[in-house]
């Protein structure tokens, strides 16, 4: 319903044989694309996470806002955000996202999440204090 599933037949491409061939899993577009609709892929990394720089730098920023909140204990978050040129909410969902559990970073970083998981929906989730909870809503692999 979300994504589309290719699964590739080994002997046609010259691979090892196996039961099953590789399966690719790829979700559907968020719109549309222009132009002409073409499927690559590189036969070395099929079935490997391709990890999202764009995740990646948002949990290095969500770090460097936490450091910056327990190194100034005294002063309050709408200070620091407008110091950082930023605003307290966002601030506030940053510093939630820094205490995301080392499961559920490595596997952001990695690019072991859903396939759905977006810098924007990251942002803007409820992330629960539990871990085990945090992972299963981020659905790390």
């Not at 899993?25 to 690559?40: A, I, T, V, W």
């Not at 499961?103 to 204090?129: C, D, Q």
Request: proline share 9%; net charge neutral.
């Amino acid at each position: 319903e979300n994504e589309l599933i290719i699964e590739l037949n080994a002997d046609t491409l010259g691979m090892a044989s196996t039961d099953k061939g590789p399966i690719i899993r790829m979700p559907h577009p968020n719109r549309r694309p222009f132009g002409e609709h073409k499927l690559r892929f590189d036969p070395e990394r099929i079935g490997e996470p391709e990890p999202n720089p764009d995740l990646a730098a948002l949990l290095q920023e969500a770090k460097a806002v936490q450091e910056l909140v327990l190194n100034n204990p005294q002063r309050p978050l709408n200070h620091l955000a407008e110091q950082q040129g930023s605003c307290r909410k966002r601030m506030t969902q940053l510093l939630q996202l820094s205490w995301l559990s080392p499961k559920a970073t490595k596997a952001i970083v990695e690019g072991r999440h859903s396939e759905s998981l977006t810098r924007g929906r990251l942002m803007n989730l409820s992330i629960p204090p539990q871990w085990e909870e945090q992972e299963r809503l981020l659905s790390v692999r």
